[in-house]
C-alpha cells in the first residue's frame, strides 16, 4: 500500500522559514508528479508548486520566490523549503504524488498525505 508521510510543519513567525518533507513509501512502479497543495480554513485545496520526474517545477504565483520545491527520487522523498513566510501562507499542506502502482496500470493514480500544519503568526 502506498503512503505518503509529511513532516516540518509548525508554528513560525512572519519572515521565518520551514522545510516540509514528504516520504513516499510502499511499492509503486513509477512515481510521476509531486507536488504540494494547501487549504486553510475555509477555503479550497490549492496547489503551492509541483516537480516532474524530469525536475520541472511550476510555483502558485503567491509563493514565487520564496517557496522552492525539490525531490530526491532515490529516496522517493519530496521537499518545500518556505522563506518569508506570511500570515496568509497559514494552512494545512498537503503532499500530492501522481504515479502508476503497477507497470500493466494505464490510469495515472493520485496519492495524497494527510497533511502538516504550517501557521504564521504575525
Known amino acids: 500500500q502506498v503512503q505518503l508521510v509529511e513532516s516540518g510543519g509548525g508554528l513560525v513567525q512572519a519572515g521565518g522559514s520551514l522545510r516540509l518533507s514528504c516520504a513516499v513509501s510502499?511499492?509503486?512502479?513509477?512515481?510521476?508528479?509531486l507536488g504540494w497543495y494547501r487549504q486553510a480554513p475555509g477555503k479550497q485545496r490549492e496547489l503551492v508548486a509541483t516537480?516532474?520526474?524530469?525536475?520541472?517545477?511550476n510555483y502558485a504565483d503567491s509563493v514565487k520566490g520564496r517557496f522552492t520545491i525539490s525531490r530526491d527520487n532515490a529516496k522517493n522523498m519530496v521537499y518545500l523549503q518556505m522563506s518569508n513566510l506570511k500570515p496568509e501562507d497559514t494552512a494545512v499542506y498537503y503532499c500530492?504524488?501522481?504515479?502508476?502502482?503497477?507497470?500493466?496500470?494505464?490510469?495515472?493514480?493520485?496519492?495524497w498525505g494527510q497533511g502538516t500544519q504550517v501557521t504564521v503568526s504575525s
Open positions: 500530492n504524488m501522481q504515479g502508476f502502482p503497477t507497470s500493466a496500470t494505464r490510469v495515472k493514480y493520485i496519492y
Open positions: 510502499g511499492s509503486i512502479f513509477s512515481i510521476n508528479d
Open positions: 516537480v516532474t520526474s524530469g525536475g520541472s517545477t
